[in-house]
């Protein structure tokens, strides 16, 4: 008994299969035509929607969008690797019906509709809450870094800048002691640099000095910390104990089937004064008035917690157990709290800062040395039984900001203060993990995502939501199936 053996490649038939017989009918690559055809590229903000009058043809949207999709949940980010996989992939060729655009016009379209790929992320998951796959209840919020197209050697610090300087201020001596001892010496070695090299190689360190210099001067302009050459928008972030040029990524997670609620990519390397905002967004994507958020400790920031249970939203965040005062629109009939286990909360649209005895803190000086604003309010601090500013102990509250932004300008009249009780659930922040983890676990290893492609906050913002959009798409196959999901979008 012979091999299985396939067809012989030269054998002319007279009825040839046909392409969408290639494609399966549970195939994935299905639901992906089925959902872009639907959309409304003109309201979704997409750039050339409508074909040209005239000139060339140009490709449709539509056919690029589903290409990207297409590729970023088959681990093909690559504009490069996506013009190829157009000639020689069945479900690709299938999908776009035989055209192959050039890779420089893939690459374009994504640049070009970054705003608009973030809209395409905001309708799916419209169309995921219809078949009730967001549970709406609880959130888990977290941040993770991605390497960005900027290597460690094209980012500065100041710290960095005066080091390289303090460097070529040696070489330069360096080399004006071997060019006097070149000049004493009428006949030079062979190996020796002669006079004019040296110079030569004295000034290219003097105009990269001057390079150093201009990169500080902008910083000191700015009030930036840091300057990356290739790609002006990243920082430098402490990943796995390695210090490299990344954004710092913020997802809110649903519980109930760990599907992407919102994401936001920053250039901010800390977690901090991040989880109001998010938990913000993630409640008006859900249109839901109360949601229950957990996170880490690096989102324990009292005034974001403040600021959450102001607008309805109960935060469960590791090592949070304490009293918070905060601003509400009626005057409160209930006394404050003599317990005082608590901290200060920065109002940012008054400049002032509230104790948890509900003492008001003004702006007072600012601290260069740890870039902070200081605030105090010795008249209440004496009497208070809160003791969480006073001189004799030399404690101060302190929060984070550049002396660009500090004013001692501040709006006290007609606060009215509530206080209240933060206290994490230990079972909800049990779940933190397997929640928001699973999402970047699976995009970072699954599909090959854990670096940028694009540069730039608005572009990398396009990316991500080309990576959620696919992530999400892949949950909720596996959840419905093809079949009901395609039912779903005819509907």
């Not at 209930?334 to 608590?342: D, K, V, W």
């Not at 601090?381 to 809160?386: I, L, P």
């Not at 102990?393 to 501040?410: C, V």
């Amino acid at each position: 008994m012979d091999f299985i053996k396939g067809d012989n490649r030269d054998q002319i038939t007279l009825l040839p299969d046909s392409i969408d017989e290639y494609v399966s009918d549970d195939n994935p690559v299905r639901v992906i035509d089925a959902y872009i055809d639907q959309l409304d590229f003109e309201t979704l903000g997409f750039s050339k929607h409508q074909p040209n009058d005239t000139g060339r043809p140009m490709y449709d949207p539509k056919d690029l969008l589903k290409l990207y999709l297409y590729g970023y949940m088959n681990r093909i980010r690559s504009s490069r690797r996506l013009e190829q996989e157009t000639k020689r992939n069945l479900e690709v060729i299938w999908l776009l019906r035989k055209i192959s655009p050039d890779h420089k016009t893939i690459a374009r379209f994504r640049c070009d509709n970054a705003s608009a790929l973030k809209n395409v992320f905001r309708d799916f998951m419209k169309l995921c809450m219809k078949l009730e796959l967001y549970g709406k209840e609880l959130v888990a919020i977290d941040g993770s870094k991605f390497k960005a197209v900027n290597a460690n050697d094209r980012n500065f610090s100041k710290k960095k800048l005066h080091y390289r300087m303090s460097r070529i201020d040696v070489r330069i001596e360096d080399y004006l002691r071997e060019l006097e001892e070149v000049d004493s010496v009428e006949n030079a070695t062979v190996n020796e640099k002669t006079s004019t090299e040296i110079i030569q190689i004295i000034t290219k360190l003097a105009e990269r000095k001057e390079l150093y210099q201009s990169y500080a001067d902008e910083m000191d302009e700015t009030g930036t910390t840091q300057i990356s050459l290739t790609d002006p928008d990243s920082r430098t972030m402490m990943v796995n104990g390695k210090l490299d040029v990344c954004y710092n990524v913020q997802t809110a997670v649903d519980g109930k089937n760990k599907m992407i609620v919102e994401f936001e990519a920053i250039n901010d390397p800390a977690d901090q004064n991040h989880l109001t905002y998010m938990a913000k967004v993630a409640a008006d994507a859900m249109e839901t008035d109360r949601l229950d958020v957990t996170a880490d400790a690096g989102y324990n920031s009292a005034t974001d917690l403040a600021n959450c249970v102001a607008h309805g939203i109960t935060p469960h965040v590791a090592d949070a157990d304490y009293d918070l005062c905060i601003l509400t629109d009626e005057p409160q009939q209930s006394e404050i709290n003599t317990q005082y286990n608590g901290k200060c909360v920065y109002i940012p649209e008054r400049n002032i800062a509230i104790c948890p005895m509900g003492q008001v803190l003004y702006p007072g000086t600012y601290n260069k040395r740890h870039a902070t604003a200081i605030f105090w309010n010795s008249a209440a601090c004496t009497k208070c039984k809160c003791k969480c500013s006073t001189a004799k102990t030399g404690k101060r509250f302190e929060i984070a900001m550049t002396q660009k932004d500090f004013t001692k300008l501040y709006n006290d009249e007609n606060l009215h203060v509530k206080q209240v009780r933060v206290k994490c659930s230990r079972e909800i922040l049990c779940q933190r993990k397997t929640m928001v983890e699973h999402p970047f676990g699976t995009i970072k290893r699954n599909m090959n995502a854990g670096y940028c492609l694009t540069k730039g906050l608005k572009n990398v913002n396009g990316e991500f939501s080309l990576l959620f959009l696919a992530y999400n798409l892949k949950r909720a196959i596996n959840i419905l199936g093809t079949k009901k999901l395609l039912e779903s979008i005819a509907t």
